[in-house]
Every structure is written in structure tokens, then in C-alpha cells.
């Protein structure tokens, strides 16, 4: 993933992901041009994020239902989605700006 300034080319990850402009629940603006940041989140996220909350929660509640071996194999193929889902991630996102201009993507206004 991709994560320099649209507007100056800075790389924004390392250090400078740490700046204080980048924190979660601020205002993000790059700390070099101090241009305004917007978050873009891609789409494969919030799917991954979708799909996997609900089948830990499905897990918890049928704990206690399943033997030993079913939940082992329950465990087992988990592990084996997950590990799939992070590669799908890291494939499909290589190329994706995690950062836009604020403005960049939004329809005209009329």
C-alpha cells in the first residue's frame, strides 16, 4: 500500500506515520506540506472486516456446542482463512493510496 502525500510525494509512513498530524481521531494533514489528507480505505477492508467479525462471533457462541476435534478443526481452518485473507490483502492493495486530497474523488457540486 501506498502511503505518501498526494500533494508533495513524501513518503508518510516510518517516522512520520507517528506525527501527531496522522493520529487517529485528528484532523490529518501531511506534516511536510500541511496540505489536508482523507483516508482511503479500500473496499477488500472492509469485506475482510465484514466477514470476519461475524464468524468469531459465530465461533464464540458455538464453543461450547462443538468436541474437541470439531473446534480443532474449526480452529485449524480459520487459521488457514485468515492466512489467505492477509495474502489477498497484501496482493491486492500493493498499489493502492492509502491517502487523497479531501476534495479528490467527490462529486461536482451542482
Known amino acids: 500500500m501506498r502511503k505518501?502525500?498526494?500533494h508533495c510525494g513524501i513518503a508518510l509512513d516510518g517516522p512520520l506515520a507517528n506525527a501527531g498530524a496522522l493520529a487517529e481521531g485528528r484532523e490529518r494533514a501531511?506534516?511536510?506540506c500541511g496540505r489536508a489528507l482523507a483516508l482511503r480505505l479500500h473496499p477488500l477492508e472492509m469485506l475482510l472486516t465484514a466477514l470476519?467479525?461475524?464468524a468469531f462471533l459465530g465461533l464464540?457462541?458455538?464453543?461450547?456446542?462443538?468436541?474437541p476435534d470439531a473446534r480443532n478443526m474449526v480452529l485449524a481452518g480459520g487459521f488457514v482463512a485468515?492466512?489467505?485473507?492477509?495474502a489477498l490483502y497484501l496482493r491486492l492493495t500493493r498499489d493502492?493510496?492509502?491517502?487523497r486530497s479531501p476534495g479528490?474523488?467527490?462529486p461536482p457540486a451542482p
Open 30 to 32: 501531511c506534516p511536510v
Open 104 to 106: 479528490a474523488g467527490a
Open 60 to 67: 464464540y457462541a458455538a464453543e461450547s456446542y462443538l468436541t
Open 96 to 99: 493502492w493510496q492509502r491517502f
Open 52 to 54: 470476519i467479525c461475524p
Open 4 to 6: 505518501d502525500c498526494p
Open 82 to 86: 485468515v492466512a489467505l485473507g492477509a
